[in-house]
């Protein structure tokens, strides 16, 4: 008896998708499918569009993160036309984008991922949303989590000139300088953000490793990869959000290499299956070999996680001690490497200690006095040709290339985008999830649905970004088939 | 006094970014009187409720639905559909939903081309050419992808729409309006406007709301931004020579982008009484361009490199034009007709 597991929908995820688990004659798990179910074909449709509309235009592939889309675009344009934007300019974007990161890692940890991380695997039904992680942490902390929010938004505004889908950043700069007195309203935010941020790693301290039984789920052996990690590092190392070299460790530890933006096609590549929308990216010197772990295995695993595990440590003081702390309890040393953190739910940790690294690098950003220039645009003077800019979106490197001809229009677009990175990895995931929980056709645990949607959450993953083309629900179903393909049972969690 | 009947609320997202349920999100605090007013019965960016629920519910039996994204697959098909049944007033929530937004520039290419595109591209690896298949059957797995429309196509063309509330996205302020008149409806203390109006926006464009000084200008070109010295802060953008689609697009964003010193790119789509955005651009373009010789006209339009873009960036899914003018994507809107009807 062949057995298939549907589960519909997907829920507090960002996108589209949808899993199928086939059972073999023994009623164990023979292969896991997560499909992504469409495709919007913005590398098609932007071509023939000016290249300064491509920050505006791709904005549109993600309205969790449009602010990612919108300086990798505008970084791309840059380097269309081979300008460096004014050093105030790169500050303004900086600033915009550590505010983004803030609100976007609190949004997930406390309203998608909140729900598993801080009431756990066990809380009821009913209680499983922000409203009854409010409840956990008391009703302060949940207003004060829309605060967050909100003065995030409020800095993307005055920066970006809008909170959904910035308007500003254009090849060579931006349309907008800051005035004293915003820059004055944002400092007040950034010292806000700054508490905010520490008060959540207490918190994860506290709920978190303080309580066994969400400990063991979140740092459980269930959710353990072993793969390559990559993310962009500064010229010391350390995790970079908008500008740098891509790092690549392996499993082991040992460096692989480290590219800059525009070499990314001689080291990823992208592998395609008929029954998705989406590719799987992979290191191209280790090649594509299916989705298993391990040093032969050129899957690998960005966010932040990854970024952590590609670093040597974080720019800023109390960040870097954050980053310390974090590897001197769940790694070791073997041989001599620093070994990375190999198990997923350490996301949930990785993203806190980035939320404290953006908050501290606002106060550093807005006690610089060029904050204020109005010395924001550069004008270009060469003939544009071709361009790639890379930033750290909160899920993973994300890679925009375009190619223009003399006019700056666009004629020709690539895309790889965070979330797709981890296809792969979170493909395996679900599977290793699966085949944990499953046994001759008996689901071991009730909470299957659950444990796999946290395998899930865990890499905050956003399909609506990863395919530049879906559209928004998450629909997860599990549907058991037997062996002949016949559904035998599709399992919703009610 | 006896507490109110809450009214039951759905939020839906089809073929879209995600950025209008981040903005409904935004009400922040708002949210939690919203939630004394109205159960949420149906949002899945942030709760768990099926679409089997939904399946359950009687007709007409959710008050308010903000339908957010294009209909761009079989299964948007399906839940605007399911959705329209179930709902007593249905709106057309943000740019996709009401006019296609700028993934209907989609239209302007084939289908095939659209996954040829993404499946050849210059950093994938597929010598055997693979395409996602609708049905994939391997070792007895079959699996099924939901197939994609031949073209994007508006909420307003498959089903019929009670409201439209423009914006990419709806600003947050526009929405509390939107969501605080529906309530009132319900209980009896407001009346809604006809069926089909616009909520949530102005009835005149944005350049009536933009700050920017204006002087009845004759402009010699059009100018693209990176080619321009820093612009003059108060100054009309489109008098600085930025193509600024202020003039044809409705207000109601409070001209955010041009404050910020970006031209209007024409999210709020079109104004009070006008059928078709692109139109309606153009004829203001023409109106304020300097060019009495053919010479002239050609030298102005040099400064609008992609004319289709510039005046139909979030409309053209929703215009009278719908889809490029070749033979395929004709034959295209001609196939999806027929499968709407079915």
Redesign the interface.
């Given at each position: 008896m062949?057995t298939?597991l549907t589960i519909?929908?997907i829920?507090?995820l960002?996108?589209h998708g949808k899993i199928?688990i086939?059972l073999d004659a023994n009623g164990d798990v023979d292969?896991t499918?997560f499909?992504i179910?469409?495709?919007?074909?913005?590398?098609?449709?932007c071509v023939?569009?000016?290249v300064?509309?491509m920050p505006?235009?791709t904005s549109?592939?993600?309205?969790?993160c449009?602010e990612a889309h919108h300086l990798a675009a505008a970084k791309a344009a840059d380097a269309v036309?081979g300008?460096t934007p004014p050093r105030p300019a790169l500050m303004l974007r900086e600033l915009m984008y550590d505010a983004f990161y803030v609100t976007d890692h609190t949004t997930h940890f406390y309203?998608l991922s909140g729900p598993d991380v801080i009431l756990g695997p066990d809380a009821p039904?009913a209680e499983?949303?922000?409203l009854g992680v409010i409840h956990k942490v008391g009703g302060e902390l949940g207003?004060r989590v829309?605060d967050t929010?909100?003065a995030g938004?409020r800095v993307i505004?005055i920066i970006?000139?809008?909170?959904?889908?910035p308007?500003?950043a254009?090849?060579?700069g931006m349309?907008?300088s800051l005035s004293v007195a915003e820059r004055d309203e944002i400092a007040q935010i950034a010292t806000q953000m700054l508490d905010f941020a520490s008060l959540s790693l207490e918190i994860f301290d506290q709920i978190v490793t303080g309580n066994p039984a969400t400990r063991d789920l979140v740092l459980s052996d269930l959710f353990r990869h072993e793969t390559y990690y990559a993310g962009l590092v500064d010229e010391s190392g350390k995790v970079a959000f908008l500008d740098g070299r891509i790092n690549v460790v392996a499993p082991d530890g040992e460096a692989l290499g480290t590219y800059a933006p525009a070499e990314?096609?001689d080291w990823?590549?992208?592998?395609?299956?008929?029954?998705?929308?989406l590719?799987f990216?992979y290191l191209k010197q280790i090649g594509?070999k299916g989705f298993v772990d391990g040093k032969d295995s050129g899957v690998y695993c960005v966010g932040p996680l990854g970024r952590l595990n590609a670093a040597t440590g974080m720019a800023t003081p109390r960040a870097h001690e954050a980053y310390e702390r974090y590897f001197a309890t769940l790694s070791s040393i073997v041989d001599g490497r620093r070994q990375p953190v190999h198990l997923r739910g350490a996301s949930h940790w990785a993203r806190l200690i980035e939320m404290l690294y953006a908050a501290e690098r606002m106060i550093e950003l807005v006690n610089d006095e060029e904050i204020t220039s109005?010395d924001v645009?550069a004008?270009?003077t060469a003939t544009p040709t071709e361009g790639v800019g890379t930033v750290e979106a909160p899920r993973g490197t994300l890679t925009h290339?375009y190619w223009t001809d003399d006019?700056?229009?666009v004629t020709?677009v690539?895309l790889?985008v965070g979330t797709t990175n981890n296809y792969a990895p979170i493909t395996m995931s679900i599977d290793r999830a699966a085949r944990g929980l499953i046994h001759h056709g008996v689901v071991v645990d009730n909470g299957l649905l659950d444990r796999i949607e946290m395998a899930f959450r865990a890499y905050d993953p956003?399909f609506?970004c990863a395919t530049h083309?879906?559209?928004?629900?998450?629909?997860l179903e599990v549907t058991l088939?037997g062996?002949?393909?016949a559904t035998i049972d599709v399992i919703?969690?009610? | 006094m006896t507490p109110i009947a809450k009214h039951r609320f759905a939020m839906?997202?089809?073929?879209?970014?995600?950025?209008?349920?981040?903005?409904v999100?935004?009400l922040?605090?708002a949210i939690l009187d919203f939630a004394e007013h109205f159960d949420i019965v149906f949002w899945?960016?942030?709760?768990?409720?099926?679409?089997?629920d939904v399946e359950a519910m009687d007709d007409g039996s959710i008050d308010l639905t903000l339908f957010?994204?294009s209909i761009?697959?079989t299964?948007?098909v399906r839940l605007a559909r399911l959705l329209r049944q179930k709902s007593a007033v249905l709106v057309a929530f943000g740019s996709c939903a009401t006019e296609g937004?700028?993934?209907g520039?989609?239209n302007?290419?084939a289908t095939d081309?659209?996954?040829a595109?993404?499946?050849e591209?210059?950093?994938?690896?597929?010598p055997e050419h693979?395409?996602?298949?609708p049905n994939?059957a391997s070792?007895?797995?079959?699996?099924e992808?939901?197939a994609?429309l031949p073209i994007v196509n508006t909420l307003d063309q498959v089903v019929e729409v009670d409201y439209r509330v423009p914006g990419?996205?709806p600003e947050?302020e526009r929405i509390a309006e939107v969501v605080a008149l529906v309530g009132a409806a319900l209980d009896g203390k407001a009346t809604l406007p006809p069926r089909g109006s616009v909520l949530g926006a102005g009835h005149s464009t944005v350049c009536d709301e933009c700050r920017r000084e204006r002087n009845v200008k004759r402009l010699e070109r059009f100018s693209?931004?990176?080619?321009?010295?820093?612009?003059q802060p108060d100054l009309c953008l489109l008098e600085q020579g930025l193509p600024c689609n202020g003039p044809a697009t409705r207000d109601g964003c409070g001209a955010?982008?041009p404050?910020?010193?970006?031209p209007c790119?024409g999210?709020y789509g079109a104004a009070d009484g006008v059928t078709d955005y692109g139109a309606r651009l153009l004829s203001a373009f023409a109106s304020v361009v300097d060019a009495n010789e053919a010479d002239d006209i050609d030298r102005i339009l040099d400064g609008l490199?992609?004319p289709?873009?510039q005046f139909y960036r979030f409309s053209l899914a929703g215009s009278l034009l719908r889809a490029a003018r070749t033979p395929r994507q004709q034959a295209a809107l001609a196939g999806v007709a027929r499968e709407v009807a079915q």
């Open positions: 062949t298939r519909d929908p829920t507090r960002e996108g199928e086939f292969r499918y499909q179910p469409e495709l919007r074909g913005f590398e098609a449709f023939g569009r000016p300064e509309e505006s235009l549109r592939i993600c309205g969790v449009p036309y300008v309203a039904v499983r949303n922000i207003g829309i929010r909100r938004h505004e970006g000139g809008r909170r959904v889908h308007c500003t254009v090849p060579g349309t907008k990314y096609r990823i590549a992208e592998h395609v299956e008929p029954w998705t929308y590719k990216p594509w109005t645009r004008v270009p290339h006019r700056g229009i020709r690539n790889i956003c609506g083309s879906l559209p928004g629900q998450m629909p088939r062996s002949d393909g919703r969690r009610d | 839906y997202w089809a073929s879209s970014c995600g950025g209008c349920d981040i903005s999100i935004n922040g605090e899945p960016a942030l709760m768990d409720a099926k679409y089997a957010s994204g761009r697959t299964e948007n937004c700028i993934p520039l989609a302007l290419t081309d659209l996954i595109t993404a499946f591209g210059p950093s994938t690896d597929n693979i395409r996602p298949k994939w070792n007895g797995f079959e699996l992808l939901p994609l990419c996205p947050t693209r931004i990176q080619a321009l010295p820093p612009l955010k982008c404050s910020a010193g970006a790119i999210c490199p992609d289709v873009g």
